[in-house]
């Protein structure tokens, strides 16, 4: 890789390895879901508890949550 900026070109650097990500499977539905909460009269919101269990394949790499 060569790298430029206002000072001029960089050298080449030395060869790079790289390793990438592959997308692991997705979760299956929700184990447990729950309402708790929540009062209209004071504003106070409910709010929802979900788990899942982790994908069956997840290419080595540990889940470190999931994006709802």
């Known amino acids: 890789m060569k ?3 206002i000072i001029g070109l960089s050298p080449y650097s030395d ?6 990500a ?7 539905v929700p ?3 729950t309402r708790s909460g929540g009062d ?11 788990e899942w269990d982790a994908p069956f394949e997840t ?6 949550g999931f994006l709802v």
Not at 15 to 20: A, D, F, G, K, T
Not at 59 to 64: H, K, S, W, Y
């Open 22 to 28: 592959e997308v692991t499977d997705a979760p299956l």
């Open 3 to 5: 790298v430029e900026n």
């Open 59 to 64: 290419n080595g790499a540990p889940v470190l």
């Open 15 to 20: 060869i790079l390895s790289v390793q990438y």
């Open 40 to 50: 209209a009269t004071i504003d106070l919101s409910p709010f929802i508890t979900i």
């Open 31 to 33: 184990r447990y879901v």
